[in-house]
């Protein structure tokens, strides 16, 4: 029996009469996003053909998954609206605070120890607001939900930028801030801008050492990291339909990486199997009884490019596998050009660590596929080269794993099996020598691989592939070696060649698990008490932010101006600060710390206008919130690019940041700052961005009149007495400038409850 099953029930029973109704609305067939969209639609909305790209529209979600990390300040966000519980399906799963080091035993026990206030405090949360509670050690919340709660033609969203790996199972699924799911468990529609579609059809069927990952891999090649932001990616065709569910799931997960809304397939025989497979026969059968209505209407696919914005085809046949980075998920290279690649660019050759698994790559499938790998290497005399790794996806996948001889096989060539939890694939890998930040390259089958992201040395050279050449990879110990051609030394000084991958799809004995680590919410949560100690480091109860003042930005001095890439992980780094992810004053302190100063090319190093000494980020941030003088962050293209960490944008409104102004944003944060009250804006002329001097004294204008398509300016004072005047843009529209007004969406919500 699967969760929430009435829940599911409801949905298929509304759903074919909501896309009869948009598909006459609209006046011609529906690509199965749209179908998903429009059946999930606000009935305050009034159904017509929103513009895709342009209109703001709201959304009933069918279920919320959260994190451990973003949890503690999403739920602290819940707890202030008033509400006595979730008003949708929702969970909490516990994966993002377990530190890799020696393996998971060790690893879990520790974890258990070092953030027990954490957990304790989110179990008793989700065990008063009726939320189902993921205990340390039950897996990872992608892989969780793919397994237990995602259904085809459904719509969730979770706390987490690769929520998107249920669209594997036909969802709608997409990663949000914190606020934005307060909103939905607090009852009320979600609002999204209606994205513009990519159809990627997919012809031929994989074969030898290609895999699902390596689709991915190439699209992030063609589209870039943000060729997909406010844009929903569909995959169709015969070969979307050969790949297995598990394998779809992989390809929507990291279309985080090209910073796609969401990305998702049509419901087909592979999803029934991995219901079925996962104990859910009952959602199989409900979706068979309208399976018609849960992939794309036959005349889209049939001519794409009439109802798609962009369309791009992949021969599965002739699929190449794929090694991206360094750096960068985007840059996609051939494993045939990686050599020479490598060479050119003085990447480091020695493989010194293979890691596979995380939410992307640990279906039963995935590990199957690599353990056939593993076998050749006592079978073929050789002896492998790099550090071995696994992250199980869940205890699920673990025990099945254990059970039909896996481990063992990864035990035998010298693997270490880490908790069933994120680790390295999110920096929570205590690596042994790190600390020296030498130069040195690895491989992973994870899904983002920045600079300082795995172990915290920025001269890690981190690369992205399949778990399959991961494995052949890290057996050779060589960036260069193609497991497609070339040959390795054994033992006995003999020539060798890996035979190509394969695995079973699913367990042919059926998935096992003893404790998959599920804890109930309380029947009745209502005497439940919520306790945080006042002097508590890790979590610390929130006040809300103060309203606008109701005048223009006058006075901003510039924090900083950051140059090139600007993540989240700039923003707000994860790693050890992951632990402060409940206490927003301590977590503060890593407040674009890893942003580079445009005007001395350094992290952490700003000059503080009160002083003129240079200074940390937060430390002169805080300089500024002392003295009551508010300030500007200017940045680049694609600004806050990779997670959904809310934090990015809750840190500079706590510490007193008013304005974010940038070339471009990254879909999720653009949303978190007007979630919070922040005011973040871009260059109607990109050129302006050089204009803006180290020393500059900022005003704002126009937000007496502050109105969805109007422009405000911007007026630089430089420290020599002259000013310049330049537009900009925003993509406020009349509700999210209420919630800048307001101080926050919070705070309208909180208001609305008082009422």
């Known amino acids: 029996m699967a969760f929430d099953i009435e829940m599911i029930k409801k949905v298929y029973a509304n759903m074919p009469a909501r896309i009869e109704a948009a598909r006459k609305s609209l006046g011609r067939p529906l690509t199965l996003a749209e179908k998903i969209l429009y059946s999930h639609l606000d009935a305050d909305m009034g159904l017509k053909d929103y513009p895709r790209g342009s209109s703001y529209v709201d959304f009933n979600p069918d279920r919320v998954a959260m994190q451990d990390a973003t949890a503690q300040m999403a739920l602290l966000q819940f707890m202030q609206a008033g509400r006595p519980t979730v008003a949708v399906p929702s969970s909490v799963h516990c994966d993002h605070l377990i530190q890799a080091k020696v393996g998971a035993n060790a690893d879990l026990s520790r974890a258990k120890t070092e953030s ?31 397994e237990n709660y995602a259904f085809p033609g459904g719509m969730m969203i979770g706390t987490d930028s690769h929520t998107v790996n249920a669209g594997g199972l036909g969802m709608i699924a997409i990663g949000v801030g914190g606020a934005d799911a307060c909103d939905v468990m607090a009852g009320l529609p979600w609002e999204l801008k209606m994205p513009k579609l990519i159809g990627i059809k997919l012809t031929g069927k994989l074969n030898g050492w290609a895999s699902a990952k390596d689709v991915i891999l190439k699209v992030a090649g063609i589209l870039t990291v943000k060729g997909g932001t406010d844009k929903v990616v569909e995959y169709f065709g015969d070969g979307a339909i050969s790949l297995s569910c598990t394998g779809k799931g992989t390809i929507c997960n990291m279309g985080a990486e090209i910073g796609a ?67 960068t998920p985007d840059l996609a290279t051939p494993i045939s050009q990686l050599k020479a690649a ?33 076998k050749q290497v006592s079978a073929k005399g050789l002896k492998s080269k790099g550090d071995f790794m696994i992250n199980p996806g869940s205890e699920q996948i673990r025990y099945t794993i254990e059970r039909d001889g896996f481990l063992d096989v990864f035990a035998e060539v010298g693997a270490t099996v880490f908790t069933n939890a994120c680790g390295p694939c999110i920096g929570m890998w205590d690596r042994v020598g790190a600390e020296k930040q030498e130069k040195n390259t690895i491989v992973h089958s994870f899904n983002r691989n920045f600079a300082k992201r795995a172990d915290g040395n920025p001269n890690t050279y981190a690369f992205v592939a399949s778990p399959e050449i991961v494995t052949a990879l890290a057996i050779a110990g060589n960036l260069g070696f193609n497991p497609l051609t070339d040959t390795l030394t054994n033992e006995k000084g003999e020539q060798v060649k890996l035979d190509a991958p394969n695995g079973d799809e699913l367990p042919t004995k059926g998935f096992a698990v003893e404790d998959a680590g599920y804890q109930a919410p309380a029947a009745d949560g209502s005497k439940v008490q919520v306790l945080v100690e006042p002097t508590s480091k890790r979590l610390q109860l929130l006040d809300p932010f103060a309203a606008w003042s109701g005048v223009d930005f006058k006075g901003l001095k510039l924090l900083i101006k950051a140059k090139g890439k600007c993540t989240t992980d700039h923003i707000s780094m994860a790693g050890p600060w992951l632990k402060f992810r409940g206490h927003l004053d301590n977590i503060s302190n890593n407040m674009l710390i890893g942003a580079v100063n445009a005007f001395n090319d350094k992290t952490d190093s700003v000059k503080n206008q009160l002083t003129g000494t240079y200074e940390g980020v937060p430390v002169v941030q805080r300089a500024y919130k002392a003295q009551n003088i508010g300030s500007i962050v200017v940045g680049d293209e694609n600004y806050g690019e990779g997670s959904s960490r809310e934090h990015a944008a809750m840190e500079p409104r706590h510490l007193g940041v008013k304005v974010v102004l940038v070339k471009s944003f990254a879909r999720i944060h653009e949303t978190n700052l007007k979630k919070q009250g922040m005011l973040g804006i871009t260059f109607a002329n990109t050129a302006d961005y050089d204009k803006i001097k180290e020393d500059d004294v900022i005003d704002v204008t126009g937000l007496t009149t502050f109105a969805p398509g109007v422009q405000l300016t911007i007026t630089l004072n430089h420290a020599d007495g002259t000013k310049e005047e330049f537009n900009v843009n925003h993509s406020y529209n009349a509700q999210q400038i209420e919630w800048f007004k307001a101080g926050g969406a919070l705070n309208i919500i909180r208001a609305s409850v008082k009422a």
Request: glycine share 10%; net charge negative; with cysteine.
């Open 116 to 146: 027990e206030e954490v957990f304790n405090f989110l179990a008793s949360v989700s065990n008063k607001y009726g939320i189902g509670f993921w205990k340390p050690g039950a897996g990872i919340i992608h892989q969780i939900v793919l």
């Open 261 to 327: 809304t969401t990305s998702t397939f049509g419901y087909d025989e592979s999803m029934s199997r991995y219901l079925k497979a996962t104990g859910r026969a009952d959602v199989a059968a409900l979706a068979d009884g309208i399976k018609e209505h849960l992939t794309g209407d036959a005349e889209v696919y049939a001519n794409p490019s009439k109802y798609f914005d962009e369309v791009i085809e992949i021969n599965l046949s002739e699929l190449e596998p794929y090694v991206n980075g360094p750096f």
């Open 342 to 374: 490598a060479e050119k660019n003085g990447w480091p050759m020695k493989v010194e660590a293979g890691l596979i698994g995380s939410c992307t790559n640990s279906s039963y499938e995935d590990i199957a596929r690599a353990v056939s790998l593993a």
